[in-house]
């Protein structure tokens, strides 16, 4: 669902500093793609530390009409499935996207640029084209992951962990990248049920172009891996 760019709510849809012209620089982008202009979108106006706004759920489906499948278009893509999907609450479908309107009204947006109840269709819009895309778009980082540059590899391998719901995955593998040994990355924190399962079918899908890392996901899950007569003993105490 892409928004007209004319359309009044860019007017209201906000990002880390407010409401900004981003519709403007979409139109531009969509006339002629720029790397620089494009960089400055992504980690200026769309996301900043870990967080979404509701003009980063906005631009998505422009930039996936638009945006050539590059590895720096494909780590934003990565970095917003991971993001979208942390922390979230009842009222938000997504991080920084919820549906109450009052969770909007920032101090730091003026009155007349805040979110109004009635957009919060429009956000619903936003989210379920989120819902229907992301899969696609998960898949799309993993295809993508590199034979070579293992930081850009846990990047877009991340992305897909973290949409599918790795807890600790996508930071563990950034651990790996950063050299840190694998009894370090599971002090961190062991992995949950998700992160075994996401572990293996990264795994599998990067044995040909990431061996090592391929390795080092095996290596993760099969470390401290509970036994099937431990769990059975830790979830009926003392029966049989």
Not at 64 to 80: C, M, R
Not at 96 to 107: F, I, K, T
Not at 204 to 227: I, K, M, S
């Amino acid at each position: 669902m892409r928004l007209e760019l004319s359309d009044p709510i860019w007017t209201r849809l906000y990002g880390p500093y407010g409401v900004r012209d981003v519709p403007g620089q979409l139109g531009r982008l969509a006339a002629r793609w720029d790397v620089a202009e494009a960089q400055h979108l992504f980690w200026e106006e769309l996301h900043h530390q870990e967080d979404l706004y509701p003009v980063s759920y906005a631009a998505l489906p422009w930039l996936v009409e638009i945006a050539p499948e590059s590895e720096p278009v494909l780590e934003f893509y990565a970095q917003v499935l991971f993001c979208a999907q942390r922390q979230r609450r009842a009222a938000a479908p997504f991080r920084g996207l919820s549906m109450n309107a009052p969770d909007h009204a920032h101090p730091w947006l003026p009155t007349g640029l805040r979110l109004r109840p009635e957009d919060m269709a429009v956000l619903r819009t936003l989210a379920d084209w989120l819902e229907g895309a992301g899969d696609g778009l998960a898949a799309l980082c993993l295809d993508h992951v590199p034979a070579e540059r293992p930081f850009v590899a846990v990047q877009l391998a991340g992305g897909y962990a973290g949409w599918h719901g790795a807890r600790d995955l996508p930071h563990a593998m950034q651990m790996w990248a950063d050299g840190a040994g694998l009894a370090a990355i599971r002090a961190e924190g062991a992995p949950e049920a998700a992160d075994h399962r996401l572990a293996g079918d990264i795994a599998t899908a990067l044995a040909d172009r990431q061996p090592a890392l391929a390795a080092f996901l095996r290596d993760y899950v099969a470390e401290g891996r509970p036994t099937p007569d431990l769990l059975v003993c830790q979830k009926y105490p003392g029966g049989n």
